[in-house]
């Protein structure tokens, strides 16, 4: 497939027959997977190979700015797809100028379910995400499918537990796992295209990527959140703030409320991004 720089190898893991649901999350890792499976096929997906993105409602604009220039620049399909409980489907499919931008989706799911999500109970990816997914591929009249996923070779526990044998409609495939593909692999291949993910990439991370202030980054990337984009943030504490469970406060992380970080951060200053354990750095919820 040309666009400007091509890889010099191929593997035969990205020939994927259908039917298959591309699962693409809007970052640059499953980016670099669709670009290689699109190049394995010639620049062109099977007819019962279809790629979407769930939209949240809480991803930066320039992760919507990214989709849309994926499937632009490659010339490939993109669904865009919200969870929309007042469908009879259970989604809307919508497009880069009208999707969700204010966490429509996300606060809706909120609302119904009356408790907030946690590194536990992660509903969150569950409805809005996978099952989103899942409705769409019966929609198009599929019973059972591949569903091909962006998880590395350096993400082994997540491909193991990604891959082990379901009782879904679907099986998962890591294309990228199987590759051999790592994070550095996949930083240095969007150093030498025409257009990029337009956010920080760090050490091959992403901060801001996905949900902008999800309960499983750390409570530093959060903290950098709250300081640097105080009106996103702002979601996070009101939605935290507006939800009680059994009587009392809710909070994504079991760790610390939301509005204790922000007014922690906004105590100390930025001497606390520098000090080296004044925030923890864990992801996944696990900072103690």
């Not at 497939?1 to 593997?11: D, L, T, V």
């Not at 996949?186 to 902008?212: H, M, Y």
């Not at 000090?275 to 696990?286: I, K, N, S, V, W």
Request: net charge neutral; charged share 25%; aromatic share 10%.
């Amino acid at each position: 497939m040309k666009n400007g720089h091509e890889e010099p190898y191929a593997h035969a893991s990205y020939r994927i027959a259908g039917p298959t649901h591309i699962a693409f999350s809007g970052g640059r890792t499953s980016a670099y997977m669709l670009y290689h499976i699109l190049a394995a096929h010639d620049g062109k997906l099977p007819s019962d190979v279809v790629v979407s993105f769930q939209n949240t409602g809480r991803e930066m604009p320039e992760t919507l700015d990214f989709v849309a220039d994926c499937a632009r620049h490659w010339s490939v399909p993109i669904t865009w797809l919200e969870r929309d409980s007042d469908d009879d489907r259970g989604f809307r499919t919508v497009g880069h100028n009208d999707a969700a931008r204010n966490g429509e989706p996300f606060q809706r799911l909120v609302e119904e379910r009356g408790y907030l999500p946690n590194a536990v109970a992660r509903f969150c990816t569950a409805e809005l995400k996978v099952r989103v997914a899942k409705r769409y591929m019966l929609s198009l009249g599929y019973s059972h499918w591949t569903s091909v996923l962006g998880l590395r070779a350096d993400e082994a526990k997540r491909v193991a537990r990604a891959c082990a044998p379901t009782k879904e409609r679907w099986q998962n495939h890591c294309p990228l796992a199987d590759a051999g593909i790592t994070k550095r692999q996949i930083s240095a291949f969007w150093k030498r295209q025409t257009f990029d993910l337009r956010l920080a990439n760090v050490e091959g991370k992403t901060p801001l990527g996905n949900c902008d202030g999800c309960f499983l980054k750390s409570e530093k990337t959060l903290a950098a959140l709250i300081r640097d984009f105080p009106e996103r943030a702002q979601w996070w504490l009101d939605v935290e703030s507006g939800v009680r469970t059994r009587g009392r406060a809710s909070r994504f992380n079991k760790n610390f409320a939301l509005a204790d970080l922000a007014s922690f951060v906004d105590r100390q200053g930025d001497w606390v991004f520098d000090q080296e354990d004044a925030l923890c750095d864990a992801p996944h919820g696990f900072c103690e």
